[in-house]
């Protein structure tokens, strides 16, 4: 080999030209693969549930055994077997009203066609149809009457007075019903239709009900009767030992200090599956400060399922936060979306991600054990999978800029976080429970987009919340809204805000 020589400023410069070239390939590899998750995120499939037969485990047989499942019932077509159908069309509610329409035969047609006596009626053939009726409005007039005495007007110097009883109005000089707001309200707030388009609907069907006028029965019926409900829903939160948070961004044109096209936020709160009482609560706030969390969790003591948000965990020590493993099996399907497929199958992103899929494989066996029990199971056979999990993580002293290595980053600064589910067999392995709870108010915004004020994006966050318990509990919620409203005007929720306990979706009564 033959041997040049060469200054050494020169060999110095060789070296640095190297590293700037070894680094440029980094920065392309990490460029091939942004472009390349970008375009699976935009074009491929959302899912991220591993099918059971895709994961490679050393004990699945034991896994995927399941007493409980089962055997499928054969029925006989033919000369073959086959699966009997899981699925069949759902009966409509019982409590739905039937209109009957009798079709008979007019009497000059009832002569018999050989020897023209009169048919009679011999049986009857019968069928349903479902018949949908649009929203319609009518106006409601109430007369009280007013009684006085002639007698009394008669002979004595004063008549006494007596009026009919009659409800309190929703909103004083007002045309606004329970009905009307609640509808509203669902239409918006569960249905994800803005006013502007209610709006047009509203004046399609010849009625001039504004957005405007609409947007000020929200706001009113939020504030005054809404939120005291909403306090006390906290204040049962609070109670819990078990919660679930989330937040996302929400845009609010009218705000002091700060311009139209910055982000506020929405953030979730809500219960366990384990909890007796379920309860959703969004609170709006203009930022994504570590106070936000702090300030509502005020004397709240237990375990708190999060996101890797560090505000999360600047919390009170008597707060545990549990991490979620849904982000960080999420990290490694991106790593692995970002490679070129074929090179897929043997990479350390699959193997990151599998060793999530056996976590969450294990999780679904255990799905109908008592609490007690599953953390049994968890210590006996999740905790094993776990430790080698991070035992192979901590492997990797140098990643380099990928997305393989911005998930092994993501999970080294989880482990502590990740492991806190193992602690009690009430905690969920993921924080899907307040990803999927929060998913309503994001479906909303990309309908409606943005709050013009404040004031609207509270007062959103108060009937979003009274929307999601309400369906939690499975109650329908445009009843229960119209439950409330008709009730909490006789309540007097300002001076005795109290009262609103009374108006909890656990007393909720369906009207018969």
């Known amino acids: 080999m033959e041997t040049i020589t060469i200054p050494k400023a020169e060999y110095q410069k060789y070296l640095a030209l190297e590293a700037r ?12 693969e942004q472009i390349r998750l970008a375009r699976q995120q935009r074009f491929g499939a959302s899912s991220e549930k591993t099918p059971e037969e895709q994961i490679n485990l050393f004990d699945e047989a034991e896994l995927l055994a399941d007493d409980r499942v089962q055997e499928p019932e054969l029925e006989e077509v033919r000369a073959h077997y086959r699966k009997k159908s899981s ?8 409590d739905l009203p039937v209109e009957e329409i009798e079709h008979i035969l007019p009497p000059e047609e009832r002569g018999c066609p050989h020897c023209d006596q009169e048919l009679v009626v011999i049986g009857k053939r019968e069928r349903e149809t479902l018949k949908i009726i649009p929203a319609k409005a009518l106006i409601e007039r109430h007369i009280q009457y007013v009684y006085g005495c002639r007698n009394c007007e008669k002979n004595d110097c004063s008549t006494p007075i007596v009026r009919a009883a009659i409800d309190l109005p929703l909103i004083p000089k007002s045309m606004a019903t329970p009905e009307t707001v609640a509808y509203v309200m669902t239409q918006k707030f569960v249905m994800g239709v ?7 609907e509203w004046d399609r069907q010849g009625l001039p009900l504004s957005r405007q006028t609409m947007s000020n029965w929200l706001l009113r019926c939020a504030e005054d009767y809404l939120t005291p409900i909403y306090a006390r829903l906290k204040e049962q939160l609070l109670q819990e ?25 929405m953030w979730l709160y809500r219960t366990g599956r384990w909890s007796p009482r379920q309860i959703v609560l969004y609170e709006y706030q203009p930022d994504r400060k570590m106070e936000r969390p702090q300030d509502f969790l005020l004397g709240f003591c237990g375990y708190l399922h999060a996101d890797g948000y560090a505000g999360y965990h600047a919390l009170p020590k008597d707060i545990v936060v549990v991490g979620c493993w849904a982000h960080a099996r999420r990290k490694f399907e991106e790593a692995l979306k970002s490679i070129p497929e074929k090179s897929r199958a043997g990479s350390l992103a699959m193997k990151g991600k599998k060793f999530c899929d056996r976590l969450f494989l294990l999780e679904r066996k255990f799905e109908e054990l008592s609490p007690e029990d599953r953390k049994k199971q968890r210590e006996e056979k999740s905790r094993p999978i776990l430790e080698d999990f991070f035992q192979w993580v901590h492997s990797f002293d140098q990643t ?8 092994i980053k993501y999970v080294l600064g989880q482990e502590l976080y990740l492991r806190h589910y193992l602690l009690d067999g009430r905690l969920a392995i993921s924080n899907n429970r307040a990803e999927r709870s929060i998913k309503p108010f994001v479906i909303g915004r990309k ?10 994006a509270e007062a959103s966050s108060v009937i979003y919340s009274l929307v999601e318990t309400a369906k939690e509990n499975k109650l329908n919620p445009y009843e229960y809204l119209v439950w409330v409203m008709q009730k909490a005007p006789g309540l007097d929720l300002k001076n005795n805000p109290d009262n609103a306990t009374l108006l909890l979706p656990e007393l909720f009564k369906k009207p018969s």
Do not use: I
């Not at 070894?22 to 091939?32: A, D, G, I, N």
């Not at 803005?194 to 047009?200: A, D, I, K, M, S």
């Not at 309908?447 to 609207?456: C, D, I, M, S």
């Open 21 to 32: 070239c070894t680094e440029l390939e980094q920065q392309v590899q990490f460029f091939m």
């Open 194 to 200: 803005p006013l502007y388009r209610q709006e047009q």
């Open 447 to 456: 309908n409606f987009l943005f709050a013009n004020t404040v004031r609207g």
């Open 400 to 407: 380099g800029r990928s997305t393989f290595g911005e998930a």
């Open 87 to 94: 699925e069949r069309q759902k009966d409509l509610p019982d």
């Open 241 to 265: 030992t078990v919660l679930h948070a989330d937040e996302t961004t929400l845009q609010v044109l009218r705000e002091e200090g700060k311009s139209p096209q910055s982000k506020s936020y």
